[in-house]
């Protein structure tokens, strides 16, 4: 795993994150539903103090989108029910590699809040991992994150299996296997990250968090990989000799798009959460329509993807972009790959 483009300039994420801020607008409405069912609970008094997370916070004015809305609507709440308004402590949290220093100058603008009392701070880690004491979270949100693997399948890398062969019978033979191992990959990075969160929760705690999934509607779909538009420029530019084909074949994307089917049984499943609402919506929906143009949609691919791509090939970000431009201009390719792309968004109680 890899953070985003850093910094300010024309490549970076922060400059290149409008789908990502689009989710974020939608999924107000749950994140204000959480914050008034913690301050109605009946099982517990009304809270003196809250904790609040967001998992993959990432930088630029994102990272602070998820946690203002949960503050905004705490204050909200304590003015129309007269209430006096908790402290509250947030814990923004991505990877140590992450630009936390436009994270910090970010927080300052949380601080000027007076009502509610805000604490804030950074977190760096993988949420693959334990991050808070336990019982302390009343909330946590997470968008556009947890579709990102913490490793690529081990039984592809250990093998020497390429993930998105360039020979096209041969990786039609391969995409059943191929899925099956990503899906078994995110079923155990998911399991693993609901029992670390349920350790860190307490009782009747919140989590909203929104994923990049796929449809689901029937076996195409199952073998269709969220990462496919990516790869698929790469494979181009493997076949026309611009980067090594052995490099290209042992290129892993970890990360991975489930079906609200595949979501809802794994949460079931492990069964320290229940699933209070769950909204599958298509990725464009909603959204700004010239976010999704070749050329928009190249730059905040780029934004998300290069360190990756460059740490695995060298410096290819050019030819990458003129590949993806002459690939995707073509009539149909973007609009049926992004047609199949859902963001999941859920919200759970901790049981």
């Not at 007269?82 to 994270?103: G, K, S, T």
């Not at 809802?264 to 229940?274: A, N, V």
């Not at 609402?277 to 990725?283: A, C, D, N, Q, S």
């Not at 730059?299 to 002459?326: D, N, S, Y």
Request: glycine share 6%; hydrophobic share 40%.
């Amino acid at each position: 795993m890899e953070p985003m483009n850093w910094g300010e300039g024309d490549t970076s994420y922060a400059h290149n994150s409008g789908i990502q801020n689009a989710e974020q607008n939608r999924m107000k409405p749950m994140i204000e539903a959480a914050i008034i069912d913690l301050c109605t609970s009946t099982s517990t008094l009304f809270p003196r103090n809250m904790v609040i997370a967001d998992l993959g916070c990432s930088f630029g004015t994102n990272a602070l989108v998820l946690v203002s809305t949960a503050i905004e609507a705490i204050h909200s709440y304590c003015i129309q029910f007269q209430r006096q308004p908790p402290e509250v402590c947030i814990f923004l949290n991505d990877l140590p590699d992450n630009d936390f220093n436009m994270v910090i100058k970010s927080l300052v603008t949380l601080r000027k809040i007076n009502e509610p009392i805000v604490v804030a701070s950074v977190t760096p880690g993988s949420f693959y991992e334990r991050l808070f004491t336990s019982g302390s979270l009343h909330l946590v949100c997470s968008s556009s994150s947890l579709h990102w693997l913490s490793k690529a399948p081990e039984v592809l890398t250990r093998n020497h299996i390429p993930a998105y062969n360039i020979d096209e019978h041969a990786r039609h033979e391969m995409l059943p296997m191929i899925h099956e191992a990503y899906a078994q990959q995110f079923k155990n990075d998911f399991t693993h990250f609901l029992k670390l969160r349920a350790k860190e929760f307490l009782s009747g705690g919140r989590m909203v968090i929104s994923i990049t999934g796929r449809h689901f509607d029937g076996m195409d779909s199952k073998l269709f990989h969220i990462w496919e538009s990516i790869v698929q420029i790469l494979s181009v530019m493997a076949l026309e000799g611009v980067i090594d084909k052995a490099k290209y074949d042992s290129f892993y994307m970890p990360m991975y798009g489930p079906s609200s089917k595949e979501l809802r049984e794994i949460i079931q499943e492990e069964g320290s959460f229940s699933i209070k609402e769950m909204v599958v919506r298509g990725l464009t929906s909603g959204a700004d329509s010239a976010l999704f143009t070749p050329k928009l949609y190249m730059c905040q691919m780029r934004a998300v993807f290069e360190p990756l791509i460059v740490k695995h090939f060298g410096e290819v970000m050019e030819e990458f972009m003129r590949t993806a431009e002459r690939q995707w201009s073509l009539d149909g390719i973007l609009r049926d790959h992004l047609a199949r792309l859902t963001w999941l968004c859920v919200s759970l109680t901790k049981s």
